[in-house]
């Protein structure tokens, strides 16, 4: 990963989706110090019909080899080890993946986006009639969890409250004001267990990270981050369908990413986990094995998710809960984690076992209702 950047994220009332995906790419490629000409490959989804066409078309590209693969959440990390793949096999030089939306300011102004049911056909027609919401089924899993292991609603709350205390680092998060767990557990119910605060906002934004072969590296004006090994994983679309609330796609996807990379949880320096609701970061802590099953309570106490003073810094731009959501936001996680391996993280930079830069950091995505998961772990040169 040689470039990666966002555009203006939060409140972005007066751009388009198509806007916002070329903001970020122009600023990724000038990032990396490589003109467009050099990109051969394109990635993007979620906007558009043929949304790999549409947007290339956009941005002045005429890619070789595109993705447009879409499990939600998850996309991008799956689209980062479709395009390493594709680098590694000579079929693609720089893979640019983009991505823009502007789910808020769609809101704001009344504009319909979508069915958040995503439809009645196929399977989801058993269950759709019953009102199952995207947050209802998150909310589900999570009390499956409260009931099996004994996990509370303070816990749960913790995972906002580090959140929002690491957003407090990030100018660039949506939500930068401190939060206590009173304050979550307060707040307007939205769907049994979560209050507002357990929720991501919804937000605008875009988000773009380019790739490169190895012999691209020396003409780019940043140091590389290197890709050192991807697992991705589908589990279900029928919550039925799903045999445990309480283990994630990430159980799979993970083992893969770190049996590929040679390393384990216990080598990695900082995790940026996607964040739509407080459960997920915290079963996915246990699914990528920070922690033992049923354990992910206990493990998120104490500041440990801080990027100051924590023993593993989670989601340390803010996450989705604070810093921004404006959809499917696992490329966000791959722009903070190149970030921080690179040191350019500012005030939120976290540091190694050694006081160094961190070596080696992972980002794992989630798509739908636990639908989808990928996991990559990233390392320095």
């Known amino acids: 990963m040689v470039g990666v950047a966002l555009s203006d994220c939060g ?32 990635a993007s989804a979620g906007l558009g019909t043929l949304a790999p066409v549409e947007v290339a078309e956009y941005l002045g590209l005429r890619p070789t080899w595109v993705d447009s693969t879409s499990v939600g959440g998850a996309t991008w990390e799956v689209m980062a080890a479709h395009a390493a793949d594709a680098i590694a096999a000579g079929h693609a030089n720089a893979v640019l993946l983009a991505y823009g939306s502007t789910a808020r300011a769609d809101v704001k102004a009344g504009r319909r986006t979508g069915n958040l049911s995503f439809g009645s056909r196929g399977p989801l027609q058993f269950e759709v009639p019953y009102g199952h919401t995207l947050i209802a089924k998150y909310a589900m899993a999570a009390r499956r969890h409260m009931t099996e292991y004994g996990t509370t609603i303070e816990q749960l709350a913790e995972v906002a409250v580090q959140a929002r205390a690491n957003a407090a680092l990030n100018p660039e998060a949506m939500f930068r004001d401190p939060i206590t767990v009173e304050d979550v557990l307060s707040g307007p119910l939205i769907a049994d267990p979560f209050t507002r605060l357990h929720c991501c906002p919804r937000s605008d934004g875009g988000a773009a990270v380019l790739l490169a072969a190895e012999e691209y590296v020396r003409d780019c004006r940043t140091a590389p981050v290197w890709i050192l090994g991807t697992g991705e994983h589908v589990s279900h679309a029928a919550m039925s369908e799903w045999p445990d609330f309480t283990v994630s796609p990430a159980a799979v996807s993970g083992r893969l990413a770190f049996e590929r990379a040679g390393v384990a949880p216990a080598d990695v320096d900082f995790a940026e986990i996607y964040d739509a609701f407080t459960y997920m970061t915290l079963v996915t802590l246990e699914d990528l094995g920070f922690c033992g099953k049923g354990e992910g309570g206990a493990f998120v106490e104490k500041g440990r998710l801080l990027v100051r003073g924590g023993e593993l810094p989670v989601n340390t731009d803010g996450g989705g809960l604070s810093a921004q959501h404006p959809g499917m936001r696992g490329l966000f996680l791959l722009v903070e984690a190149v970030r921080q391996l690179r040191g350019e993280a500012g005030e939120r930079q976290v540091r190694g076992r050694d006081g160094r830069l961190p070596r080696l950091g992972v980002a794992s995505a989630t798509g739908g209702w636990f639908c989808s998961s990928a996991t990559v772990v990233l390392g320095r040169g």
Do not use: E, S
């Open 11 to 42: 409140r972005v009332d007066d751009a388009t989706p198509y806007a916002l995906h070329a903001q970020a790419a122009r600023r990724a490629l000038a990032d990396a110090g490589l003109g467009r000409a050099r990109v051969d490959g394109f």
